[in-house]
């Protein structure tokens, strides 16, 4: 079966830029990026657009589908109407570079703001021994496949651009949460706290759970029940338990 | 003088997947200011989608296992042809490249008693495969990369720069790697036919369309695969040989370019998605293989060669699951070149699905939640693009294109490329380790094991050079940026013999598709003589015409001139894949030639090499009609004879022939 759609791809630069029609030929089973590239192949070659696996695995083909955040290579054409029209827009929390390309930096600088994994001592490569049901936490936020689309949705800086310099958007809390809840993870032997840090360094109190993150992620990582969340019952546990405040005080001043 | 950028580093790895950010690590480790390059973003490379996991003969599941069984299991795999200095080093050095990756903060699944959990696979004798689910590869990646990121939070703690160390130049190409001039090269042997030392890499950016030059004694390619060559193929965009024909432009011959692996399950409907992976664990957890009519074919299309490891029963099969001491592997556990070539002569046979596949069943062999724990990504992928729920029927699947054994010519021990002093290659990009065919899994740990040793070996020798660098002519600068820059003012059509019509200016992508369809169709999994003869012929007009490419627009994120750029590699490429596959008449691994369908003992000896002619060394990479491609034959090393003793001499007189065994 194929028919003809009618498509609204925005179109431009850093200096501005609107949406364009195209007719374009659509084909059973396919999905928004193959329709994207048909408009490349035959109609507008230069059209910008990042992708790479094409199975829903890299994370890279993200954009926003009818105002929806979406990858383009999981969004299937069954879901529109033939009649339809199909608006692909940039991701619109991130700077424009060309078309469908939008600067992602704000996501790798945010990254490398997330203390790493600190190896317990004393426990050499190969002797690490852990119950795969305290793993299984983590590893639901090691499917993320960041294609920064919870980053892109998130109401603390979708529209706030003055919120990007305290916060470090739902993929990289998460990371916190991920790293917190590691079996073997000995940053607080190092005097980091990782709860009380998300809360003091990376603007997890902008968070107030509303769920969008969780909503639009194509991985379906429950990204506030199971990392928001707890991130944030740990952290105020902390803050508010006595015991706790006094040792973490006393274990500081030995460092 | 064209005006660059210009950086210098002392050691260039191109390419971020697993090899790349390994080798990387390891650069940076010794020590070395260490650029990695790579043309996606940054944790987007093709390892995050191999799905299995990494061969490693840890034994956590199987105490039986140890670094012999592997290498045993390796040299089956790949029919006796592999670098067997590589398959011994992968198969001894790979436990610990795995353990060091939980010291990064890698979470693989685990054993009751809290150990790496190890599943099983095609070709691999115990349960072998560290795994997370069936989404190992982004594991992989991730781990990398956060290593990656934290080095860099090091080098910021030391010096108030992420990037003093080591820097990841994202979304870049690199068309060219930069020489020395031979000439000032005193005394440079003969048989070293173009000389010079490495001095740098010359690309762009992709976002902006600047060129850029990085000045630097050591380049390790680690640039995967070739698989965009053809049409359905399980590899990303990324996959265009880019390393493999930047060795050869440089002077470094490429082996075994004819072995390609076809991969038995690729999804095959609906056309768009047609050739996407379905991991093989969906048959190491218990899938298996029917044909239209309900039977399990595999049965009778167990080779001579593993006839005894192989159960002859359904009964038999299905008890090695819970039994594997008393039961002999299921025959859809064979590797995959025979598992592939099975599917294809049942679809041949008219015993195929309605979209010219077979069926993968794990639905009638698995709880539904079992299969939703262990197979979340194939679950999650059919359900999407596919509208099938694989937990209540089968998948239609057929072979894919998806891994090239052949690649860089490398020393074994230092993955350093012959001929080229300052090369390195490691994973898919260098060949020899697997032979005529890789076993899965086997793939994760060759990026960690290679991975690390080039970036070793290569510090070493960056570091060895002292102050003494090597440095690239500016015309060789010139020449490179006149290349990349090309499309955009492509050749004049020749006023002379041709008509207007041969002269028209190319549209990249169609050249890109027609590519595609002639590997495809004439050097693809079935391979006859006459028809590899009539792709060679096309393969030269195609790159006459890719002469004329023209884009349009201009050099900001364009990627029309990116597939251009491209377009050259994927065709050096091809032809290399194209003529070794004509030379050898023999079928091996991931080469079957239906006009000789036997393997031979004799052929087991040689390695074909790739080289460009002296005339493409001239310049003219993407010259007429004529051959760049030569091809010559090399005796392999003799297999080191306490490695042979691992073998029964029974089953080495089936690959080896008589004189080598009685030497």
């Known amino acids: 079966m194929t028919h003809t759609a009618h498509f609204k791809v925005w179109r431009g630069d850093t200096d501005g830029g609107d949406l364009q029609d195209y007719e374009v030929e659509v084909n059973d089973g396919e999905v928004v990026l193959d329709i994207i590239h048909r408009l490349q192949a035959t109609q507008v070659a230069d059209l910008a657009v990042r992708w790479n696996c094409k199975a829903g695995k890299c994370g890279s083909c993200s954009a926003e589908v009818?105002?929806?955040?979406?990858?383009?290579?999981?969004?299937?054409?069954?879901?529109?109407?033939?009649?339809?029209?199909?608006?692909?827009?940039?991701?619109?929390?991130?700077?424009?570079?060309?078309?469908?390309?939008?600067?992602?930096s704000f996501n790798y600088d945010k990254a490398r703001q997330v203390p790493a994994f600190v190896p317990p001592k004393g426990v050499?490569?190969?002797?690490?021994?852990?119950?795969?049901?305290?793993?299984?936490?983590?590893?639901?936020?090691?499917?993320?496949?960041?294609?920064?689309?919870?980053?892109?949705?998130?109401?603390?800086?979708?529209?706030?651009?003055?919120?990007?310099?305290?916060?470090?958007?739902?993929?990289?809390?998460?990371?916190?949460?991920?790293?917190?809840?590691?079996?073997?993870?000995?940053?607080?032997?190092?005097?980091?706290?990782?709860?009380?840090?998300?809360?003091?360094?990376?603007?997890?109190?902008?968070?107030?759970?509303?769920?969008?993150?969780?909503?639009?992620?194509?991985?379906?990582?429950?990204?506030?029940?199971?990392?928001l969340i707890p991130l944030k019952e740990r952290a105020i546990d902390r803050k508010y338990d006595p015991l706790v405040w006094l040792g973490s005080k006393i274990r500081r001043r030995q460092d | 003088m064209t005006q660059v950028e210009r950086h210098a580093y002392d050691v260039v790895v191109v390419g971020a997947g697993g090899a790349g950010l390994r080798a990387a690590i390891e650069a940076r480790e010794r020590g070395m200011r260490t650029a990695v390059i790579c043309k996606s973003l940054f944790g987007k490379a093709h390892t995050v989608m191999a799905e299995g996991g990494i061969a490693a003969s840890m034994g956590n599941v199987n105490s039986h296992d140890n670094w012999q069984v592997h290498f045993r299991d390796t040299m089956r795999g790949g029919k006796f042809l592999n670098q067997w200095r590589m398959a011994e080093l992968h198969a001894k050095e790979a436990p610990?490249?795995?353990?060091?990756?939980?010291?990064?903060?890698?979470?693989?699944?685990?054993?009751?008693?809290?150990?790496?959990?190890?599943?099983?696979?095609?070709?691999?004798?115990?349960?072998?495969?560290?795994?997370?689910?069936?989404?190992?590869?982004?594991?992989?990646?991730?781990?990398?990369?956060?290593?990656?990121?934290?080095?860099?939070?090091?080098?910021?703690?030391?010096?108030?720069?992420?990037?003093?160390?080591?820097?990841?130049?994202?979304?870049?190409?690199?068309?060219?790697?930069?020489?020395?001039?031979?000439?000032?090269?005193?005394?440079?042997?003969?048989?070293?036919?173009?000389?010079?030392?490495?001095?740098?890499?010359?690309?762009?950016?992709?976002?902006?369309?600047?060129?850029?030059?990085?000045?630097?004694?050591?380049?390790?390619?680690?640039?995967?695969?070739?698989?965009?060559?053809?049409?359905?193929?399980?590899?990303?965009?990324?996959y265009t040989g880019d390393g493999h024909a930047l060795a050869l432009l440089a002077g470094a011959p490429l082996i075994n370019m004819e072995f390609i692996q076809f991969h038995p399950t690729g999804m095959v409907w609906p056309p768009s998605v047609?050739?996407?992976?379905?991991?093989?664990?969906?048959?190491?957890?218990?899938?298996?293989?029917?044909?239209?009519?309900?039977?399990?074919?595999?049965?009778?299309?167990?080779?001579?060669?593993?006839?005894?490891?192989?159960?002859?029963?359904?009964?038999?099969?299905?008890?090695?699951?819970?039994?594997?001491?008393?039961?002999?592997?299921?025959?859809?556990?064979?590797?995959?070149?025979?598992?592939?070539?099975?599917?294809?002569?049942?679809?041949?046979?008219?015993?195929?699905?309605?979209?010219?596949?077979?069926?993968?069943?794990?639905?009638?062999?698995?709880?539904?939640?079992?299969?939703?724990?262990?197979?979340?990504?194939?679950?999650?992928?059919?359900?999407?693009?596919?509208?099938?729920?694989?937990?209540?029927?089968?998948?239609?699947?057929?072979?894919?294109?998806?891994?090239?054994?052949?690649?860089?010519?490398?020393?074994?021990?230092?993955?350093?490329a012959r001929g080229v002093p300052g090369l390195f290659a490691a994973g898919e990009v260098a060949g020899g380790m697997h032979g005529s065919n890789r076993l899965g899994g086997n793939s994760l740990s060759d990026l960690l094991v290679f991975g690390r040793r080039a970036g070793l070996f290569a510090a070493e020798y960056a570091a060895g050079l002292g102050e003494q660098r090597p440095a690239a002519s500016e015309e060789q600068i010139d020449a490179a940026a006149a290349e990349a820059l090309r499309p955009f003012g492509a050749e004049e059509p020749a006023e002379s013999a041709e008509s207007a019509q041969e002269g028209a200016a190319e549209n990249p992508y169609t050249l890109h598709q027609e590519l595609q369809q002639v590997m495809n169709d004439l050097v693809g999994i079935i391979r006859r003589g006459p028809e590899m003869e009539q792709a060679l012929e096309r393969l030269g007009v195609l790159r006459e015409r890719s002469r004329r490419v023209a884009v349009e627009g201009h050099r900001q994120f364009n990627p029309g001139w990116h597939l251009a750029v491209d377009l050259r590699n994927m065709l050096l490429v091809s032809e290399c894949v194209a003529r070794a596959a004509l030379e050898r008449t023999e079928s091996r691994g991931g080469h079957t030639r239906d006009d000789h369908p036997g393997m031979d003992r004799d052929w087991r000896k040689v390695n074909l090499v790739c080289e460009l002619t002296d005339e493409a060394q001239g310049g003219g990479a993407d010259g007429g009609k004529q051959a760049l491609i030569g091809l010559r034959q090399r005796p392999m090393d003799p297999i080191r004879a306490d490695l042979l003793a691992l073998f029964e001499r029974e089953e080495l007189l089936k690959y080896l022939t008589d004189e080598e065994l009685d030497r």
């Open chain 1, 124 to 227: 050499p490569a190969g002797e690490y021994r852990m119950q795969q049901v305290d793993v299984e936490r983590s590893q639901e936020f090691r499917k993320c496949i960041e294609c920064f689309l919870c980053q892109d949705t998130c109401h603390v800086v979708r529209d706030h651009e003055e919120n990007k310099t305290s916060f470090a958007g739902p993929r990289f809390l998460m990371r916190i949460a991920e790293l917190d809840m590691h079996p073997l993870d000995a940053a607080a032997d190092q005097g980091l706290v990782r709860s009380a840090s998300a809360q003091e360094d990376h603007g997890l109190g902008y968070c107030n759970i509303t769920k969008c993150c969780t909503e639009i992620c194509p991985e379906h990582i429950q990204i506030t029940d199971n990392a």
């Open chain 2, 96 to 238: 610990d490249r795995v353990w060091e990756l939980e010291t990064w903060g890698a979470l693989f699944d685990r054993t009751a008693d809290g150990r790496i959990s190890q599943r099983n696979f095609g070709g691999h004798e115990y349960p072998r495969l560290a795994h997370v689910g069936d989404r190992t590869g982004l594991e992989l990646i991730r781990t990398l990369q956060q290593k990656i990121v934290s080095l860099q939070q090091e080098d910021h703690a030391e010096t108030g720069d992420y990037e003093a160390r080591l820097k990841v130049f994202q979304e870049c190409t690199v068309t060219r790697v930069l020489k020395d001039d031979e000439r000032s090269e005193m005394g440079a042997p003969p048989d070293r036919r173009s000389g010079g030392k490495v001095a740098g890499v010359f690309g762009y950016v992709r976002e902006s369309g600047r060129l850029f030059v990085i000045d630097a004694p050591a380049v390790v390619l680690a640039t995967g695969g070739i698989g965009k060559s053809f049409k359905v193929t399980s590899n990303s965009w990324e």
């Open chain 2, 274 to 416: 047609k050739g996407i992976l379905v991991t093989e664990s969906v048959r190491g957890d218990g899938g298996v293989l029917r044909n239209s009519d309900g039977e399990r074919f595999m049965f009778g299309y167990v080779p001579d060669v593993f006839k005894e490891k192989y159960a002859q029963s359904e009964e038999e099969a299905d008890g090695w699951y819970t039994d594997p001491d008393n039961h002999r592997r299921p025959p859809e556990l064979l590797p995959r070149d025979e598992v592939a070539r099975a599917i294809n002569s049942e679809v041949k046979a008219g015993r195929g699905t309605p979209h010219g596949g077979v069926y993968l069943d794990v639905s009638t062999r698995l709880p539904a939640e079992e299969i939703r724990r262990r197979l979340p990504s194939m679950h999650h992928q059919f359900k999407e693009l596919a509208d099938v729920d694989i937990t209540a029927e089968a998948m239609e699947v057929g072979p894919t294109c998806h891994y090239m054994m052949g690649g860089v010519d490398v020393e074994p021990d230092t993955a350093a």
């Open chain 1, 66 to 104: 009818n105002g929806r955040p979406r990858l383009m290579c999981m969004t299937r054409m069954s879901v529109f109407e033939p009649d339809e029209t199909v608006t692909v827009t940039p991701l619109r929390t991130f700077p424009v570079i060309r078309d469908l390309v939008t600067d992602v």
